[in-house]
């Protein structure tokens, strides 16, 4: 079992479920996007619950072995999520209002620089 320490809190999940969250986070970077995932976790009470915890390039993740033993089978009581795949995420073509609001910037960048060059004239 390791220890989560994310987003100021702290989880207790399977080898297996935090080395996918580690791995994950180490190759997202390029996607430069977020994703949620809903992850097994371990509560204090010994039982087991899904949790939401958002992961992205920015996402910092502490892992430590947990201080409590599982005495059920790990791989079936807290299976590896599906994570996307973060080519799939990077490779993902934006969406039409993108495009949209990437020209509307565009031109009041140069909306802008005609302003100012105006003004140093």
Do not use: C
């Amino acid at each position: 079992m390791k220890r989560i320490s994310y987003a100021g809190g702290t989880i207790e999940t399977s080898d297996a479920v935090a080395q996918a969250m580690l791995d994950y986070v180490t190759n997202v970077e390029q996607a430069e996007t977020n994703v949620t995932v809903d992850i097994p976790v371990r509560e204090s009470d010994g039982t087991v619950s899904r949790h939401s915890v958002v992961l992205g390039p920015g996402t910092q993740l502490d892992v430590a072995d947990a201080d409590a033993v599982w005495n059920g089978d790990e791989a079936k009581d807290f299976p590896v999520p599906e994570f996307a795949k973060p080519t799939e995420l990077a490779d993902s073509a934006p969406g039409a209002d993108a495009d949209r609001a990437a020209r509307e910037f565009d031109k009041a960048v140069a909306d802008i620089e005609h302003d100012l060059d105006e003004q140093g004239s």
